[in-house]
């Protein structure tokens, strides 16, 4: 197999035709979503937690196998022993890459500078972290079973002699304003992963940048589109479509399944985000009912920053004197607010679940 040489964008002779009853609903789907996003006060508050449960999808892609309770269990209890922390590892990278870049584009446009820097967050002590976290590769890569020798590989990537010239019109492109940018976006995806830049941590870094291309064109109004989900249920048709650009020119198979992607998931996590904001709002008229308290937000919002945490981590995140917040704690474990799934020891905190939001999120 030879190397692919992506084409250069903006991809000419496009099938528009093809999109045009995918690309307004996807565009209506993705409207209705961003106005609930509009509508929340703190959506960065509210809706962590889904970005954690991305950081966990877009990781199983790739072949991770910690879950979203991993996670959230680790971070609650740092201490703990476990066969999948290197995973769990994998995944707050992911969500540092992802919180870099969001700071980023606050002052700038995505520029390969910022992927770089992405990229050295996202591999940093991790598996992958000897292949160069941050810079460009400087040498052939190959995709394969593992062990696979590139005379065996189902896809080589351009050269690293081209890569330079193939990244500058990918960034060029960015800024290109196309036809429709859910198109582009489609586009953007998949020539990432075409040009397969660094020599690990492509796919994930790939399906950051969704969310932050949308958010950077002002689709959404907050960089919290995740896309995972979707593509982890359908990752052999995924692949597939991928492939079939460098085998068959296949723009048109790829565009029709990435925009049919953003319609299920758009109405997804609409249907999510909806869950969180009524939940958000019974639980704090009912926390109010029950403590009087002054801190009745800070109480709320922390329970909805973290499903599963400990005591100690929720008096430092919000910022509530500790007695009077283990007396709220107590209330709602009492209540069936929350659940204690670890009873602490001596100095060792409780560790507690606040079910019906988990419940939503995974």
């Not at 009853?21 to 509210?46: C, H, T, W």
């Not at 950081?55 to 309770?69: D, M, N, R």
């Not at 919180?99 to 996202?122: G, V, Y």
């Not at 909805?304 to 919000?318: A, G, L, Q, V, Y």
Request: hydrophobic share 40%.
């Amino acid at each position: 197999m030879e190397q692919f040489i992506p084409n250069k964008l903006p991809i000419e002779k496009l099938g528009w035709e093809k999109y045009i009853k995918y690309v307004g609903q996807a565009n209506a789907e993705i409207a209705r979503f961003d106005g609930i996003l509009q509508s929340m006060l703190n959506p960065a508050v509210l809706l962590s937690p889904l970005t954690t449960n991305e950081a966990v999808l877009s990781s199983k892609i790739e072949g991770t196998q910690a879950t979203l309770e991993d996670v959230f269990t680790y971070e609650a209890n740092p201490d703990l022993v476990t066969s999948k922390h290197d995973d769990i590892q994998e995944v707050l990278n992911y969500r540092k890459a992802m919180s870099f870049a969001i700071d980023w584009l606050k002052e700038r446009p995505i520029t390969l500078n910022m992927i770089r820097q992405s990229h050295a967050l996202l591999l940093d002590s991790v598996r992958g972290e000897t292949k160069n976290p941050g810079e460009f590769r400087k040498t052939q890569n190959w995709i394969g079973k593992f062990g696979t020798l590139i005379e065996e590989a189902t896809y080589i990537p351009p050269d690293p002699v081209v890569l330079r010239d193939c990244l500058e019109n990918f960034e060029k492109y960015l800024l290109y304003e196309e036809k429709d940018i859910l198109v582009q976006m489609a586009v953007i995806h998949a020539q990432f992963e075409l040009i397969h830049p660094f020599l690990d941590g492509n796919g994930r870094l790939g399906r950051i940048l969704i969310p932050l291309f949308l958010y950077n064109k002002g689709i959404i109004a907050s960089p919290m589109f995740y896309i995972s989900e979707y593509l982890e249920e359908n990752r052999e048709i995924y692949t597939t479509k991928l492939n079939n650009i460098s085998l068959n020119n296949d723009w048109d198979g790829w565009i029709i399944f990435f925009l049919n992607a953003i319609i299920e998931q758009a109405k997804r996590n609409t249907t999510k985000v909806k869950a969180i904001l009524e939940l958000y709002e019974s639980k704090k008229k009912k926390i109010t009912e029950l403590t009087h308290s002054q801190f009745v937000i800070n109480i709320v919002d922390s329970l909805f920053k973290m499903p599963i945490f400990n005591s100690t981590d929720f008096i430092e995140i919000s910022n509530i004197p500790k007695a009077s917040a283990i007396r709220y704690l107590n209330i709602l474990v009492k209540e069936e607010i929350l659940t204690i799934v670890e009873k602490g020891k001596g100095q060792k905190p409780n560790i507690m679940i606040f079910n019906k939001l988990f419940e939503i999120i995974k």
